[in-house]
């Protein structure tokens, strides 16, 4: 597994209004928009391309354009779903699928309560959305079912991380194509399983919502 923490001005700039708890959910929303925009030009770096022939007004020339199968982006309900505009605003023609999973909040185990995406993902470069990679058991387990199904390169981009969360990544899925994008890896847990400083709950930040 890999790890790219995207060191710029702007994510940084975006994610400290991000965590500022003063920050109401309307520009919760945005804010997350356009930080996953940031990021996804990272988490693309990679994305497959193939060689096409075009005409410009002036001369033939080559270029490149997304390679078949398209691309998959897999946002994981509920906060992630707040992801997928800026994601796929990069991506227009990515094919979409949805996992829905809850962590408990006693026993801090993910859970998987929907699922909506193609068996067969063989060949496919999926972007799973998750903003909060905190104690990792949700990114885990979903992305053990995308390979499962056989996709053959894992990119998640979430806004934050814990490094009890990137070390069960890096156990788990030791060796597998898998990589994390995220604007900052911050420095524990706290006894709630809430990433500290973090940002609390992304799901009720971004819907207004407690639980
Ligand atoms: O790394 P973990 O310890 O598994 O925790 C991270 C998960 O917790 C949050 O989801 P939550 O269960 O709160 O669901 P929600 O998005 O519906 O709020 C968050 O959006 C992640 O999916
Ligand atoms: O800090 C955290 C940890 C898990 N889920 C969240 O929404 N926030
Ligand atoms: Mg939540």
């Known amino acids: 597994m890999r790890i790219h923490v995207v060191d710029h001005p702007l994510v940084a700039h975006k994610l400290t209004t991000l965590r500022d708890k003063r920050t109401d959910s309307p520009t919760f929303r945005r804010l997350a928009d356009e930080l996953v925009t940031l990021l996804a030009y990272e988490a693309t770096r990679d994305v497959r391309t193939e060689q096409v022939d075009i005409e410009t007004p002036v001369t033939a020339t080559t270029g490149v354009r997304l390679s078949h199968p398209r691309p998959m982006v897999v946002p994981i309900l ?12 990069l991506l227009p023609t990515a094919e979409v699928g949805f996992l829905g999973m809850i962590r ?22 999926v972007y ?10 949700t990114l885990v387990a979903a992305i053990r079912e995308l390979i499962s199904r056989g996709a053959d390169d894992v990119t998640a981009l979430c806004l934050l991380a814990a490094p009890q969360g990137v070390e069960l990544m890096e156990r788990e899925l030791a060796g597998a194509p898998v990589t994390v994008v995220t604007s900052s890896v911050d ?3 706290n006894e709630q399983g ?3 400083p973090g940002l609390g709950d992304a799901g009720d930040r971004m819907y207004g919502t407690a639980g």
Do not use: K, N
Not at 128 to 137: E, F, K, R, S
């Open 128 to 137: 799973v959305l998750d903003p909060m990679l905190a104690t990792g058991g």
């Open 187 to 189: 420095e524990r847990l």
């Open 194 to 196: 809430y990433i500290v």
């Open 78 to 89: 509920r906060a992630g779903l707040g992801m997928l505009d800026g994601m796929v605003r």
């Open 104 to 125: 408990d909040e006693e026993t801090l185990q993910a859970s998987t309560y929907a699922t909506r995406m193609p068996e067969d993902l063989s060949g496919r470069q």
